[in-house]
């Protein structure tokens, strides 16, 4: 059975460093001049640590949503249930796996975003 004692704070921790991270990028890139080496790094570094936030804040959920799955009045369809473990490896022995599936990724887009 997963442990399903998963507390929504894991998550906000999470997203709070990573946002963090954000925050700090955008105010080191202000202290140099527009077209320098230095702000175009500090460029990259905020766009890395958006997409950081994104992929934690999605594996998160996820994981979330996945061990909750064993909770009584939680239910998902065959089909959302697939997804969520072909989505990341939640091997509970080792780290977490991400699995890079462009086509899942871009069907939870569809669905996520056309409702």
């Known amino acids: ?62 994981y979330h949503a996945y061990m909750a799955s064993e909770r009584p009045g939680v239910s998902f369809t065959d089909e959302e249930f697939e997804r969520l473990e072909k989505a990341y490896d939640f091997d509970e022995s080792g780290d977490p796996t991400p699995v890079f599936m462009p086509a899942l990724i871009s069907q939870i887009f569809t669905i996520e975003f056309s409702n």
Do not use: H, Q
């Open 1 to 62: 059975m997963k442990d399903n004692c998963v507390s929504i704070e894991e998550f906000w921790n999470v997203a709070r460093k990573l946002a963090g991270d954000c925050s700090r990028c955008l105010k080191t890139m202000d202290d140099f001049e527009p077209d320098t080496p230095e702000r175009a790094f500090w460029y990259r570094m905020y766009a890395r640590s958006a997409f950081a936030l994104v992929e934690g804040a999605t594996y998160r959920m996820m």
